[in-house]
């Protein structure tokens, strides 16, 4: 893409922050996340993520997005 000045525009515009925000939070038994960005070979490194760090707030996988919290409603019986 060239810009109007003639010099070339080499920005990558993306959309995945719109399809991250399609997902929606992730609710986790626990209090520890695991993502592998679900894409097996093609996801990412395995990122375990503390869910009790940020307080009324999902925490948030640096590599793909994906938001993750602690479920409340899940008391830890088996």
Known sequence: MKEAT?????????NSEQL???????????????????????????EYIQLELKKNEPAVCKYCGLRFEKDHDHHGHH
């Open 6 to 14: 003639g010099k070339s525009d080499n920005r990558h515009h993306s």
């Open 20 to 46: 991250i925000d399609r997902v929606g939070v992730i609710k986790v038994k626990g209090s520890l996340a695991v993502c592998d960005g679900g894409g097996g070979s093609l996801g990412h490194p395995v």
